[in-house]
């Protein structure tokens, strides 16, 4: 996690291409980015619904620290468990 301003972030990560039990990951879909003020409770969704997206700026942050995860989808809407929270304060 960067940030970029005040009320801004930029995440970015890279795409995954192989599932949790080795096999290869060939129907990628999207990313569902989570975010909340406190680890552990992500009330805000975003779905990035492009598998070719590996950046996303989530703008309108108000003051304080936020923490965020990233979890991958396929086309079927099996969903990976969520990346390990990064955290971001903004001032």
């Given at each position: 996690?960067?940030?970029?301003?005040?009320?801004?972030?930029?995440?970015?990560?890279?795409?995954?291409?192989?599932?949790?039990?080795?096999?290869?990951?060939?129907?990628?879909?999207?990313?569902?980015?989570?975010?909340?003020?406190?680890?552990?409770?992500?009330?805000?969704?975003?779905?990035?619904?492009?598998?070719?997206?590996?950046?996303?700026?989530?703008?309108?942050?108000a003051r304080?620290?936020?923490?965020?995860?990233?979890?991958?989808?396929?086309?079927?809407?099996?969903?990976?468990?969520?990346?390990?929270?990064?955290?971001?304060?903004?001032?």
């Amino acid at each position: 996690v960067q940030q970029v301003g005040n009320g801004s972030a930029t995440l970015s990560w890279t795409a995954p291409t192989t599932r949790t039990d080795g096999s290869p990951l060939t129907n990628l879909a999207g990313y569902r980015l989570r975010y909340g003020n406190s680890s552990g409770n992500y009330p805000n969704t975003i779905t990035i619904p492009n598998p070719g997206v590996t950046t996303y700026l989530v703008e309108n942050l108000a003051r304080g620290t936020y923490y965020f995860v990233i979890a991958a989808y396929d086309s079927t809407g099996l969903e990976s468990s969520d990346t390990s929270p990064l955290s971001t304060t903004i001032h």
